[in-house]
């Protein structure tokens, strides 16, 4: 089966888990902000790229909670999202996805169907079947990373949480030489928890009324870093986390200013893919890096009848 016919396949089994249509499978609820992205002098001697090697670039930052449901609340702990797209010069744009989970779930677009069959509800509970989902698990042991997310405290406010990108990208400097990198997404004044027993007092739309808050009080900045492959570093499994120890660079800051209001308003359709590259990037052979993009097209064709250019 090609990847546009598994991905419809893939994108009928997110939709029945969550029962929503014509929004995101995934990250249905989320907030659009306006920002400006500001490469760093060390961003170009590993990358060619234009928005890397340039002056300040317009930018929207878009925040997620992770489930295809609009009424998702702040309680469950469940990976919250960060969505970058830079504006380049030339008129196009490149992206960066990431979310708060330390990795991915699955290695492939086959096991991550299997992820969401695991997932689906029980009729009498309304929950997934505990022994689906443990018999995945023990099918599937690389799981336990990304899943672990459930354990911890979850995040105080988008703007406090640190967001990972999971694939890696192979970066390109002037004269052709490949660095293979992986981008993160951290908070300029650091990361904030809250306990869950605190964090389940909040209201369903905790995150985007905090959100609207602190960028009406202050601009908020985010930095772009790369951690660098080392020896031996798998370069196309998003369930494996690379050492802590790994080099890591500062290549841009991410400010973000306020509310967005010029995108997503009036059947306006905006797509954050990370599969969206320029010049001085290029994709690694992650497969679930590659498939998304026929995922993420069938998903805008749902809800908006379009499949993106």
């Known amino acids: 089966m090609d990847d546009e016919a598994f991905a419809k396949d893939v994108i009928d089994a997110v939709v029945r888990e ?3 249509t014509g929004l995101r499978a995934l990250h249905a609820k989320g907030t659009l902000c306006a920002a400006t992205f500001t490469p760093t002098p060390a961003a170009a001697s590993l990358s060619r790229a234009a928005h890397l090697t340039g002056g300040p670039r317009r930018a929207h930052v878009r925040f997620s909670n992770g489930s295809g449901v609009v009424g998702a609340d702040y309680a469950p702990r469940e990976g919250r999202g960060m969505a970058l797209k830079i504006y380049l010069p030339d008129g196009m744009t490149t992206d960066v996805v990431a979310v ?3 990795a991915f779930f699955v290695r492939t677009p086959e096991a991550f169907m299997e992820f969401v069959h695991a997932r689906q509800a029980d009729p009498a509970t309304g929950e997934p079947d505990p022994d689906a989902v443990n018999k995945f698990i023990g099918e599937h042991p690389e799981s336990l990373t990304a899943l672990g997310v459930v354990f911890a405290d979850p995040t105080d406010s988008y703007l406090t949480a640190a967001y990972n990108a999971l694939h890696t990208y192979l970066f390109e400097d002037a004269a052709g030489h490949s660095t293979p990198i992986r981008y993160h997404l951290e908070p300029a004044g650091g990361v904030v ?3 869950a027993d605190e964090a389940a007092q909040r209201g ?4 985007q009324t905090d959100l609207a ?5 202050r601009p908020v900045v985010f930095d772009l870093v790369v951690s660098i492959a080392g020896d031996g570093d798998p370069l196309d499994d998003p369930t494996a986390v690379w050492p802590e120890d790994r080099s890591r660079t500062v290549i841009g800051h991410v400010e973000i200013t306020g509310i967005a209001t010029d995108r997503e308003r009036d059947g306006d359709v905006l797509v954050f893919d990370p599969t969206r590259i320029t010049d001085g990037i290029a994709l690694s052979d992650d497969p679930i890096l ?3 993009r026929a995922a993420y097209s069938e ?3 749902r809800r ?4 993106p250019g």
């Open 299 to 301: 998903s805008v064709l």
């Open 193 to 195: 928890t809250v306990p």
């Open 204 to 207: 369903p739309d905790h995150l």
């Open 18 to 20: 969550s029962g929503a």
């Open 304 to 307: 908006s009848g379009l499949r």
């Open 290 to 292: 590659r498939f998304r």
């Open 213 to 217: 808050e602190r960028l009406a009080a």
């Open 100 to 102: 708060t989970l330390p």
